[in-house]
């Protein structure tokens, strides 16, 4: 049974958090593999004989939620409900609330979220639909409320607590994993945990990539992110020794800011020809101080394409070695390559190694699809067969073609 962690995060305003460890799953969103897992995290707030409860978790786990719920508070109580983001990793729970609560509380989201509650759910009574910045006086604290769309979806808000400084972000600040802590207070633990919140950011929101730091840059110039004393995300780590550390990684993804050296290698061999290339252009990097991470489709090996979606962010620049297959790019690569055009399109150089029997295709058509992203395309060295030296030389040039472009290691 996933673990569940019921913590008292503050004595006044009396606050929870409740948080579920979702060891079970393997495909978020039925696609990214995260063998790593994720918490779905909730929050309740008790301020003079009112229960706020901000989010729920996933529907399966519906049952430990209402339990966990019910440890420290009576369901009964719930005045009101915050749902920041109507994805049902965050409200599926929200029906077996409402019954136990007696549909008494009153919901609070925005106009979007008011919609999706009534076509996932049918909740339609005792919504009320937020205006960006709206804020409401319950009990002795005052909620702000500040719509962020596309983070994730076009109904997201977050929660700022005026008087507490205190940000819920439900899946803003969030990241995947399972961290052995509730907050940022071991470095080790946040040093581990970042790799997983740039995996998320990249394949949950990386498609609005420029709403990140649109959304982001928005906050900060309500002079929320200056003063946060707290963040609350609906996964992963809370943020409370460095609060705003969370809203710089997110920055830092959604820019691309590259780490020095790093260059992301993917590619497919089937029988090793498009290997034997990548080797030379692996040792070239190397010879130039350059620090290449490998990805290898074999028939051997598959990594996950999560993963290195992952990698696509901090890197300088990326090589793709693909081979032609039934006159089109490798499989593996050509999905891989579709879903870094949607989920980690950045202005990064890519240098293109193809590898053909009897006809090149596989350069010249991720060519095609690197030129109408926002990736520079710096050659492609189309390869027939076995790597002679005259390719060897030809490849060496690319990838000296393609560090020129980059600073010193
Ligand atoms: Fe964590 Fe967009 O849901």
Redesign the pocket.
């Known amino acids: 049974m996933p673990k569940v962690w019921i913590e008292k995060l503050l004595e006044e305003p009396e606050l929870y958090l409740l948080r579920i460890d979702d060891d079970k799953i393997r495909y978020f969103?039925a696609t990214w593999d995260i063998p790593e897992g994720?918490t779905?995290n909730a929050y309740v707030m008790k301020t003079d004989g009112n229960v706020i409860l901000f989010d729920t978790w996933k529907r399966s786990y519906a049952d430990e939620f209402l339990k966990a719920l019910s440890s420290v508070v009576d369901p009964k109580d719930i005045t009101h409900i915050v749902v920041h983001?109507t994805?049902?990793?965050?409200s599926g729970a929200l029906p077996v609330v409402l019954e136990a609560n007696g549909y008494r509380a009153k919901i609070i989201g925005t106009t979007f979220a008011k919609r999706l509650l009534n076509s996932f759910y049918g909740i339609m009574e005792n919504v009320h639909a937020i205006k960006d910045g709206e804020e409401l006086k319950i009990g002795s604290r005052t909620l702000k409320f500040i719509t962020l769309p596309w983070l994730?979806?076009p109904d997201?808000m977050i929660t700022y607590v005026v008087e507490d400084k205190i940000i819920l972000g439900?899946?803003v600040g969030?990241g995947y994993s399972i961290p052995p802590a509730i907050d940022d207070s071991n470095e080790e633990v946040v040093e581990r945990y970042l790799p997983y919140v740039t995996k998320y950011i990249v394949t949950?929101?990386g498609h609005y990539r420029k709403h990140i730091i649109q959304n982001i840059e928005k906050i900060k110039k309500l002079g929320i992110i200056d003063d946060v004393k707290i963040v609350l995300p609906?996964?992963g780590l809370i943020w409370r020794r460095n609060p705003k550390r969370i809203f710089e990684h997110y920055v830092k993804v959604g820019a691309g800011v590259p780490k020095k050296g790093k260059v992301l290698v993917i590619y497919d061999s089937m029988y090793g020809f498009v290997e034997r290339s990548i080797l030379i252009a692996v040792d070239e990097l190397k010879k130039h101080g350059f620090n290449p991470i490998i990805y290898s489709f074999t028939d051997k090996d598959a990594p996950a394409v999560s993963d290195i979606l992952g990698e696509v962010p901090d890197s300088e620049a990326l090589i793709l070695g693909a081979s032609t297959y039934e006159a089109n790019i490798h499989p593996r690569i050509r999905y891989t390559l579709y879903e870094i055009l949607d989920k980690a399109n950045y202005e990064k150089p890519v240098l293109i190694l193809g590898t053909f029997g009897w006809a090149g295709v596989a350069g010249r058509e991720i060519e095609t699809l690197i030129k109408k992203s926002m990736f520079k395309h710096v050659s492609t060295i189309e390869v027939n067969g076995r790597t002679t030296p005259e390719d060897e030389m030809r490849i060496r040039e690319g990838v000296r073609k393609l560090i020129s472009l980059l600073s010193e290691p």
């Open positions: 969103e994720i779905y983001h994805e049902p990793d965050h994730h979806w997201t439900c899946d969030g949950v929101i609906g996964h």
